[in-house]
């Protein structure tokens, strides 16, 4: 080979090893940056965590406690009433003061079968979700949707009837539609929604 055919040779190897080198530096800083990252999904477990414990311990610390003090009681009519919220309205009233802070983020308690019909799912993504956490409780119910040019993503978390309170108020709630509840039943789900993008 000739002394310029070396040369063409040499430099073709060294660009081709510069071009792999490139590559797997930028794949190896791209997994790192995906590490860095956290899912979706992980977000609204989070989230989920984070009302599911501030609604057991409400229930348990606050509820439970001033009633057994003979305090106070939880009372569905608690604005207008000398009581307490529910643990449910709790939540939802948690969720209300979210949804003021304009940050696209909300949750809410659902059922297919619901006390008042504005806690009854608001899209067909979400019956499907409340369905399918009825049948498969153990893990949540995902996935995105777009809304007025904004992707959003949805967990839904299914709730269950962890204590004979939940059973017994719900079966003899005036509005109640369904009377059949039992212990460990699902009642329906926690919805948290959070956005991915921001609007355009
Ligand atoms: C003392 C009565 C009472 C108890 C106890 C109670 N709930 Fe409810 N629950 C309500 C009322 C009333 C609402 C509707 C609140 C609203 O929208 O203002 C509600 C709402 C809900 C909803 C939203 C759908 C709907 O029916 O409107 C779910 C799901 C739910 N409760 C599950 C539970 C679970 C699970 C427990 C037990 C851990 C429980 N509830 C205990 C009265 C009760």
């Given at each position: ?71 106070v009681e939880a009372l ?7 009581g ?117």
């Open positions: 080979m000739s002394r310029n055919g070396l040369w063409i040779v040499a430099a073709g190897v060294a660009g081709f090893v510069a071009a792999i080198t490139y590559w797997v530096i930028a794949l190896a800083l791209a997994e790192s940056h995906k590490a860095e990252m956290v899912s979706p999904e992980r977000v609204t477990s989070f989230i989920h965590a984070v009302i599911d414990a501030n609604r057991a311990n409400y229930t348990q610390n606050v509820v439970d406690k001033l009633h057994n003090q003979g305090v569905e009519h608690w604005k207008e009433e000398k307490l919220p529910l643990p449910a309205q709790f939540l939802l009233e948690s969720g209300r003061l979210v949804a003021q802070k304009d940050m696209k983020l909300s949750f809410r308690l659902a059922s297919l079968t619901p006390i008042y019909v504005w806690n009854g799912p608001n899209s067909e993504f979400e019956r499907r979700g409340l369905e399918v956490v009825m049948k498969a409780p153990e893990k949540p119910f995902t996935g995105f949707y777009q809304q007025a040019g904004v992707r959003y993503f949805q967990g839904i978390y299914a709730d269950r009837a962890v204590s004979e309170s939940c059973v017994s108020c719900h079966n003899a709630h005036v509005n109640s539609p369904r009377r059949d509840y039992k212990l460990n039943d699902i009642m329906g789900g926690v919805i948290v929604t959070i956005p991915i993008s921001e609007a355009p």
